[in-house]
C-alpha cells in the first residue's frame, strides 16, 4: 500500500521558517516526481514545489521562489519542503504528491497524495 506522510506543519509568525517533510512508502519512487501543494480556504489547489528523484532538477511557484526549497533523501524515500520567510498568504494546507510523469504542475499529474499538514502564518 503506497503511502505519503507529511510532517512539519505549524502556526509561527510571519518571517519565521518551518520544515516540512514527506515520508513515502510502499513502492519504489525512484522514478516519480515528488512535489508539494497547498490549498488555502476557498481556493483551488496550488502547485508549490517538485523535484525528481533520478537528477534533482527542481522546480517552483513563482510566489515561493526563493523562499522555499524543495530536497530529498533518497535513501530514506523522503522529500522535505524548506520555507523561509514565511508570509500570511503562504498560510495553506500543504499536501505532498508523488507524480508518474506530466506536467510537473498540475495536480492531475500526481498520482498519490498525502493528507495533509497545516501551516498557519500570522501577521
Known amino acids: 500500500q503506497v503511502q505519503l506522510v507529511e510532517s512539519g506543519g505549524g502556526l509561527l509568525q510571519a518571517g519565521g521558517s518551518l520544515r516540512l517533510s514527506c515520508s513515502a512508502s510502499?513502492?519504489?519512487?525512484?522514478?516519480?516526481?515528488m512535489g508539494w501543494f497547498r490549498q488555502a480556504p476557498g481556493k483551488e489547489r496550488e502547485f508549490v514545489a517538485a523535484t525528481t528523484w533520478s537528477n534533482g532538477y527542481s522546480y517552483y511557484a513563482d510566489s515561493v521562489k526563493g523562499r522555499f526549497t524543495i530536497s530529498r533523501d533518497n535513501a530514506k524515500n523522503t522529500v522535505h519542503l524548506q520555507m523561509n520567510s514565511l508570509k500570511p498568504e503562504d498560510t495553506a494546507v500543504y499536501y505532498c504528491?508523488?507524480?508518474?510523469?506530466?506536467?510537473?504542475?498540475?495536480?492531475?499529474?500526481?498520482?498519490?497524495w498525502g493528507q495533509g499538514t497545516q501551516v498557519t502564518v500570522s501577521s
Open positions: 510502499g513502492r519504489t519512487f525512484s522514478s516519480y516526481r
Open positions: 504528491a508523488a507524480s508518474p510523469g506530466g506536467t510537473h504542475s498540475s495536480p492531475l499529474s500526481y498520482r498519490y
